[in-house]
């Protein structure tokens, strides 16, 4: 049993949106005592063949909130994803709220500045976000009281979000059938995501956990709810009885075989600008670079 200040009589509830090009889920988490939400993991359409954005995703997440009279005090990034462009910017401009994410942003934006070299306009100090938050931090979506897991391993600015009896856990975990994330991007550590992971398995069993990504394994259909205590019951990669060395090794050989998210290259330069595109170019126009052999 973890020493957290887990609040399980606080039951928030949590609207997930699923992104199909992306396989992404974003959160629309509600406090039932009042009007106040906070929206997690949101997505901005990309197409690369076309360089073309779209705003369908997040339009659904607007349309959501507006529908239901709520209002958004927070728009959290659980880390800086390499698989869609985050659409936080937008959301902001049209709904207000916070934009989170983790302290150590800062890591992932020193990494990524150098890999797409980029130039001292680009600041390396996560003042994009109006928040950085440390481990233990907590913060308030109206009555709910929340609280951040800093869960490096994925990333080294991953982290997971409890809220009342329900956790965000962005990719650090997937459905007991998916397993875990990925630990080969620059920056992650597969035995720091395992530790990561043991952390928040610790958390009561009870206690309902929200994916950020699921592909069906084996043809079943989409999911993105579980529990505690279904992943160590079940997860294929972190259940109870898998140690720490026998995890390394299976990630470390996983992940060898694993080809880059196709829309790392976009993806990673927009999100470390916390959702906005690079500066333009002395013609107006916005280019993102193509590191030839840099990843």
């Not at 959290?76 to 985050?86: F, G, K, N, R, T």
């Not at 797409?116 to 950085?132: I, K, M, P, V, W």
């Not at 206690?207 to 592909?215: A, N, S």
């Not at 790392?264 to 690079?278: K, L």
Request: glycine share 8%; hydrophobic share 35%.
């Amino acid at each position: 049993m973890s020493n957290w200040p887990v609040n399980l009589e606080q039951k928030p509830d949590v609207r997930g949106f699923f992104d199909p090009e992306t396989n992404t889920i974003s959160y629309c988490v509600k406090d039932p005592g009042s009007n106040a939400c906070a929206l997690y993991d949101s997505v901005l359409d990309f197409d690369f063949a076309s360089g073309r954005t779209s705003k369908k995703s997040a339009d659904a997440l607007i349309e959501y909130v507006k529908e239901q009279g709520l209002k958004v005090e927070w728009i959290i990034e659980s880390h800086v994803h390499a698989d869609h462009l985050s659409a936080a910017p937008y959301l902001q401009e049209e709904l207000g709220g916070k934009l989170g994410i983790s302290a150590r942003v800062v890591e992932v934006q020193d990494i990524f500045g150098k890999i797409f070299n980029e130039g001292t306009e680009f600041q390396r100090d996560g003042s994009q976000f109006d928040a950085l938050f440390e481990e233990g931090d907590t913060y308030q979506i109206g009555t709910l009281s929340a609280f951040v897991m800093v869960t490096p391993g994925h990333t080294p600015a991953c982290t997971c979000h409890v809220i009342g009896d329900a956790i965000i856990v962005g990719d650090t975990l997937f459905m007991p059938d998916g397993g875990s994330a990925r630990a080969d991007f620059p920056g992650g550590d597969a035995r720091q995501l395992y530790q990561s992971i043991q952390k928040v398995l610790s958390l009561p069993e009870q206690m309902r956990m929200f994916i950020c990504h699921d592909y069906g394994p084996g043809g079943r259909d989409i999911a993105w709810e579980t529990t505690i205590a279904e992943q160590r019951a079940l997860n294929i990669h972190v259940k109870d009885g898998i140690d720490e060395e026998a995890y390394v090794k299976m990630r470390t050989e996983r992940d060898a075989q694993l080809s880059m998210p196709k829309l790392i290259i976009p993806s990673v330069q927009v999100n470390m600008r916390a959702g906005d595109m690079p500066a333009p170019a002395s013609d107006g126009k916005t280019y993102l670079k193509v590191p030839v052999d840099g990843l």
